[in-house]
């Protein structure tokens, strides 16, 4: 027999996997279209080649496509929208430290800024329990009124870049991790070269086309469908041959 038909068959047999990688990175994308500060996701794929034919393709990577989000205005001056290039930096559980354009921040129960995760913050500020009305300048300078009435200045918010910020790694809820491909993080004031300012009382929205991932989404579904009828035919008839040679 033949080995095209092999060679047939795992074609279609990657490809059905391929699809389906594509598929979770799409309905990452689409299961966060309303998550503050979300960047979509998008596949990489690579051509899997022999000296004498093609092997069908592998999903290789996924890349963060980083245009920005518009701005929601918000009643909640703890929320902190980054307009330009950068990342705020957050504490994981683990010790290491995440990276997000995720400004909505909470106190928690010790006076601490907080992500929805509990993440709390990386930053050289503390905000003591008497203090009232936090806001945030476009450099970063955290201000509050303390128990006299009086603004004061409580603190400093930097911000992270990257020279490579395409080849941060998702991390979940709304957190990416440095990678060897994305470079070391510099850190820097906002509203300096090369960083972006900080927005207070605004919310960055996420940045996902909604048409167009819904229209990727039904391409994936059509071409899932040719690739398992494909992988279907081809199976049928390495069973004739099989069946013919018994005969």
Do not use: C
């Amino acid at each position: 027999m033949s080995s095209s038909l092999y060679h047939t068959l795992n074609i279609s047999r990657q490809d059905i996997l391929s699809r389906l990688s594509d598929l979770d990175v799409t309905s990452n994308n689409l299961a966060n279209v309303n998550t503050a500060g979300y960047k979509t996701s998008r596949s990489n794929f690579q051509e899997l080649l022999t000296e004498q034919m093609k092997q069908g393709d592998k999903l290789t990577s996924t890349q963060l496509m980083l245009g920005e989000g518009s701005l929601k205005t918000s009643e909640n001056p703890l929320d902190w929208a980054i307009q330009g290039e950068g990342f705020f930096g957050v504490k994981l559980p683990d010790g290491k430290t995440g990276y997000t354009r995720d400004g909505q921040f909470v106190l928690d129960a010790n006076r601490k800024l907080v992500t929805a995760a509990g993440y709390p913050l990386i930053w050289d500020g503390e905000i003591t329990a008497k203090m009232t009305d936090i806001s945030v300048r476009a450099d970063g300078v955290v201000t509050a009124v303390d128990e006299t009435g009086k603004s004061v200045e409580v603190g400093t918010v930097q911000l992270n870049r990257f020279t490579n910020p395409t080849a941060l790694t998702n991390n979940g809820n709304n957190v990416w991790l440095e990678t060897t491909s994305s470079g070391k993080a510099q850190t820097g004031a906002a509203a300096s070269d090369n960083f972006g300012v900080i927005t207070g009382g605004s919310v960055e929205l996420s940045n996902v086309d909604l048409s167009q991932e819904m229209t990727h989404l039904l391409t994936l579904q059509r071409a899932f469908s040719m690739s398992i009828k494909a992988f279907q035919q081809t199976d049928t008839m390495i069973q004739q041959a099989i069946n013919l040679r018994k005969a």
